[in-house]
């Protein structure tokens, strides 16, 4: 039984890298072609049906996918926007809900308020790796993606909570708005304290315990794990333990890795392990069709087909116009005018509004469903709500996921971000760097410039800066280089490494330079350090 599971588990791997590189070479998002191709291998005969557990989604892929989108998100973008990110991630998940929960009401016979909101918390959070991954080789604003990446951090915690009141209020047969309310602040801020406080228990054992490569590796792996856990064994936001957690270490990650072999190899690792299990729950999403129409039940496929697409167009309409509406509106009551006729304040809301595909959280909550309530009976229309949360995943992944580069290509907008051009940003900061490393040579090592050939000669490559690469590498091939010269030698290009890197981080918290082009710029020293033997 084992050895079927694990060589099932392979095969869908294997798929996985195939069906990727094949979308890629067609140029489709992977996420959208893993469910079409998901889809489509569901109804060839002979195929296992899998049922997907929501324990896995929620436990196993949930908290790593998390902590690497918090990893990678700008602190200093996150906390610039916190005004759209926090309208979106809140309000638009609860304005959302509410909305689906009064329309799906009147619509679907039998179906209760609480319903409504437990489906409306369902469908409600867009899925972030489906956005990142369509606008990964778009040229959009650099705000217009920190917004999308900052409410996709956040969202997922306001539309769980939204679900687990609803689905307590079905259960129990009782609810009550200010115990909801009460109970939202408390899970979310509580998730908040677990997850920074394990994540400075880290920081502490990265920064001041001698960890290797490969336990700093294993311990990122295992992070977001205890920050998730903890916060749900209190019954508290998983969710919000895992962002929060994850911002704080992202933000110290320079001082908390003491190698550069240690950074190099965590990326290495982190990326491959994102990207397998993206490709996993994007195919497993196409392959679990079936099991959810066998689940149907009394509801005619028509019928429930029927549901699903007018909800998919009532929560498309909501996203872009509550956009636009929190857009216009403080422009309009601050009497303020945009001067800007080639980006009008309408193109960036029309692109984040439209940017709003459903993913594995919205389809890990819906299994999530008890199958029975507490008096024995089956859950009411739980088989139709699966059903629609599957289409709505379908009709916004594909449909939207598919004509999002055409939406970006018609509006025509363009970067008008503080920051220069990337190439500008990237000899700016390698000027300043080599601009506070000549001086620290100068200042702290002015007598070994004198005795020291190898150190002199460091000093004219800072000057000059021409051959920098090439120069070094014959200079330490050479033979009469003693070895006592050679250890000095290489303390002194480690000890300037550490001070560039402070700098960076300082560059960071002015806020001069975009967080992409100083991590361009710390990986360079990662690969600058990393050739040393030392």
Known sequence: MFSETLLLVLVLLFAVFMLTMLAQKLKISYPIFLVIAGLAISFIPGIPKIKIEPEL?????????????AWYTSWNDFWKWKRPIAALAFGLVFFTSIIVAYVSTTMIPGFTLAMGFLLGGIISPPDAVAANSVLKNIKIPKRLTAVLEGESLINDASSLIVFRFALAAILSGQFSMQQAVGQFFLAAGMGVVIGLAIA???????????????IDAALTLMTPYFMYIGAEHFHFSGVMAVVSGGLFLSFRSHEIFAHSNSRIQAV???????FVLNGLVFILIGLELPVIMESLGDYSISQAINYGLIISLIIIVIRVFYVLLIAYVPAWLGNRKRADPVNPLWKGPVIVGWAGMRGVVSLASALSIP??????????????????TFVVILVTLV?????LPLVIKWTKIREIDDFPPEGEQEAGIRLH??????KRLEEKFSKEIQENELVGFLKDQMESDIFINNQRLESLE????????????????????AVQRKELHLLRKENRYSD??????????????AKINY
Request: glycine residues 4%; hydrophobic residues 45%.
């Open 433 to 438: 760097l080599m601009q506070v490393s000549l």
């Open 57 to 69: 989604i929620f436990l196993i892929f949930l908290p790593p996918l998390l902590y690497e989108s």
């Open 200 to 214: 400075h228990i880290v920081y502490a054992v990265h920064r001041f315990l001698p960890t290797t490569p490969s």
């Open 516 to 529: 992409e082009e100083i991590r361009k710029q710390e990986s360079q020293l990662d690969l600058d350090e």
């Open 268 to 274: 290495g690792v982190w990326a491959t392990l994102a």
């Open 399 to 403: 449909f939207q996921g598919l004509t």
């Open 371 to 388: 199958l029975l309530m507490g008096d024995g009976t089956a859950f009411p229309h739980r088989s139709l709500i699966l059903f629609i």
């Open 478 to 497: 050479c033979d009469t280089i003693r070895k006592d010269e050679m250890d000095f030698y290489n303390s002194i290009l480690l000890d300037i490494y």
